[in-house]
């Protein structure tokens, strides 16, 4: 039997997401896994007068891990034609998490996806500013149910009950809290081995309510670059990142960079990805969730 909440999701992610419009050309993208999402959102893509290119991936990652390990330095460090030809002329893009093994981009030295990442950067500017209208999700696999500890059933009610909101209501309410900071000068986080400062005067907070992010329901800005101080202690969850879980983190900061760090599980790691580059150091971003599910 088919899931009717796989359909109201990909209306979700077409019309208020990304509000596709006629004649548009929508990139859909994903693991194989997702293939009932993958055919509902073309669908509906097709409804609004639209073309929905199809791209699924093998692995569910974005990335082609034979090749990644095969190619030369030179390749990997400029995406070919085709790839960005795709990302600088799309006019939008549905990604869709859909993993069979959530550590399988681990089979690829760090330094290589930084290469593949550092030539793809300037392809996705369209994307961070919002000129390419995205949204980014994910389909409950087992691989992700056992991440979240639980059984398929129960992570397919988890995640569609976070993301078939009534977004205009969640978008009221929390505008309300967004006010609420954009009035303060200075924000104070404590938790446990947490006490940090930071200044948001004149930044502005956002709302993501049906946007870019599925499920989204969170409130967020830039705090000033050079504000950031005290310590903030990762103790509940850990991150994974690139197929690569980091736990147990603890970041200190003084005039906005991260001065000191550590982990409990791949500490090394966590390292080699603030030492990447000149901004990985600096906090870039603070999001409140309010998302009740």
Not at 46 to 64: D, E, F, K, M
Request: proline share 6%; net charge negative; aromatic share 8%.
């Amino acid at each position: 039997m088919k899931d009717p909440r796989v359909e109201q999701y990909a209306e979700l992610l077409v019309g208020t997401c990304i509000d596709v419009q006629p004649g548009w050309q929508v990139l859909v993208t994903g693991g194989v896994l997702a293939r009932p999402l993958l055919e509902a959102v073309s669908r509906e893509v097709a409804r609004r007068g639209a073309y929905a290119v199809q791209r699924p991936s093998l692995t569910g990652s974005g990335i082609n891990i034979p090749w990644a390990l095969e190619a030369s330095e030179e390749l990997l460090a400029k995406p070919s034609a085709i790839d960005a030809y795709a990302i600088d002329t799309a006019d939008g893009l549905v990604a869709v998490e859909a993993p069979e093994n959530t550590r399988e981009l681990s089979a690829v030295p760090e330094e290589r996806l930084a290469k593949i990442q550092a030539g793809m950067r300037p392809h996705l500017e369209r994307v961070l500013t919002q000129d390419l209208k995205w949204v980014g999700c994910q389909y409950p696999t087992p691989a992700l149910a056992q991440e979240a500890g639980m059984p398929l059933a129960r992570f397919e009610d988890f995640l569609y009950g976070a993301c078939l909101l009534d977004w205009d209501a969640e978008r009221e309410r929390m505008s309300r809290f967004a006010e609420r900071f954009e009035q303060a000068e200075e924000v104070r986080l404590v938790g446990a081995g947490t006490d940090v400062r930071l200044n948001v005067a004149g930044r502005p907070f956002y709302v993501d309510a049906g946007g870019a992010n599925m499920p989204g329901g969170e409130f967020f800005t830039s705090p000033r670059e050079d504000s950031a101080e005290g310590e903030v202690t990762f103790g509940e969850f850990p991150a994974t990142y690139l197929g690569r879980e980091v736990g147990g983190i603890r970041l200190r900061f003084e005039g906005g960079v991260v001065v000191d760090a550590s982990a409990e599980v791949n500490e090394e790691y966590l390292h080699e990805l603030l030492d990447r580059d000149e901004g990985a150091r600096r906090l870039g971003e603070l999001g409140i969730g309010c998302n009740p599910g």
